[in-house]
């Protein structure tokens, strides 16, 4: 969620960054400081009226100690009015906050000035480009094609226990599959200083709000219902990937300075509906429902965030290397950011 502070204090930059992404949501601004004020001047209120309430409290007392008690009575009559008019705004500053913060769960970030304008794919700059791409003097299978000839993934079977967008890796493909998963671990934990840890697989609403998944993705996840007790529906969500566990891991701590850097490095499978998403029906597996990931989180300094991202980046990249492919680096422009 953003500040804010920032939003109060910056609207016009923050308007001007949310525009570079070209979804509109600058137009969110206008309402959500609508409602901020709103929420602002109505706790001003309620302290005026506290503040009242208080003295009258204490002239109740003394008119008391004086035996003037039809005035007392008075007082007391007042005090109850005011009372209630506390509780009134009460719910109204709340019902305001509410709103106002619903609304604020729905700007995404601001791009960094660094990131370049555009609006799809098209417009992402490349960065660099490693090895070469391979020219085949053969027409090439396709993924789907290699993994059924050789047997690594058998796609109908897969269907039959879970219907379309799973997988059933099958003998050198299951193994394939455990050992990728563990060379990606060692590497990081080994060479780049990682910490391994094991997050759980479901976890509740409030981490994904934490990064940003809920409200805007909560379409394309998996909410988990204990036995056939709807109640319970959405207390509990299988993770999209391990960002969501693994970046709340310290939610709501105060971190030293001289525990930073923490890197976490994670293997979980992952769980996305993927509704309405692009591809999500074709044939493979591109888009799929349930897939294995390995993730790298770190929590560092500010100061710091950029030149350990470039790192992120190498520690990614030395994967690819040391399994011989070719890929390229792309700047991801403001119109195809992630939230």
């Known amino acids: 969620m953003l500040d804010i502070k920032l939003i109060r204090e910056k609207t016009d930059f923050v308007r001007a960054r949310l525009a570079t992404r070209g979804a509109g949501d600058e137009a969110k601004i206008d309402e959500l400081l609508k409602l901020d004020e709103q929420r602002r001047k109505i706790l001003v209120e309620v302290e005026a009226f506290k503040s009242q309430r208080n003295r009258v409290s204490k002239e109740i007392g ?5 035996k003037k008690f039809a005035e007392a009575e008075a007082k007391k009559a007042e005090t109850k009015d005011l009372g209630e008019k506390i509780t ?31 609006k799809t794919t098209e417009d992402n700059p490349e960065v660099r480009v490693h090895g070469a791409k391979v020219d085949f ?7 789907v094609e290699l ?16 219907g379309s967008g799973f997988l059933l890796y099958t003998n050198w493909g299951a193994r394939l599959e455990r050992a990728l998963i563990q060379f990606l671990l060692d590497l990081h934990i080994t060479e780049h200083g990682y910490t391994e840890v094991a997050p759980p697989l479901m976890v509740g609403e ?26 319970n529906l959405g207390k509990l969500y299988l993770i999209p990937t ?10 709501e701590e105060i971190l030293a300075e001289k ?5 976490y490095c994670a293997y979980t499978p992952c769980f996305r509906g993927e509704a309405g998403a692009a591809g999500v029906d074709t044939r493979g597996m591109i888009r799929v429902h349930q ?21 992120m980046v190498g520690n990614a990249e030395k994967v690819l290397q040391l399994l011989g492919l070719h890929y390229r680096v792309i700047m991801l422009c403001t119109g195809d950011m992630g939230y």
């Open 62 to 66: 003394a008119l008391m100690g004086q």
């Open 88 to 118: 009134a705004l009460d719910k109204q500053a709340a019902e305001s906050e509410t709103a106002r913060d619903a609304l604020m769960l729905q700007l995404p970030n601001l791009p960094h000035e660094s990131v370049p304008l555009g």
């Open 137 to 143: 003097s053969f027409k090439p299978k396709s993924h």
């Open 147 to 162: 993994c059924e000839s050789l047997k690594l993934v058998d796609f109908a079977r897969a269907a039959k226990l879970s």
């Open 206 to 231: 409030q981490c994904l709000v934490g990064v940003g998944q809920f409200p805007k993705f909560k379409d394309q996840y998996y909410g988990v219902a204990e036995g056939d007790d709807a109640k």
């Open 242 to 251: 391990a960002e969501t566990p693994v970046a709340n891991i310290h939610r």
């Open 259 to 263: 525990q930073l850097p923490i890197r």
């Open 291 to 311: 897939f294995d990931k390995v993730e790298l989180i770190k929590i560092v300094k500010p100061e710091n965030g950029y030149d350990e991202l470039e790192k």
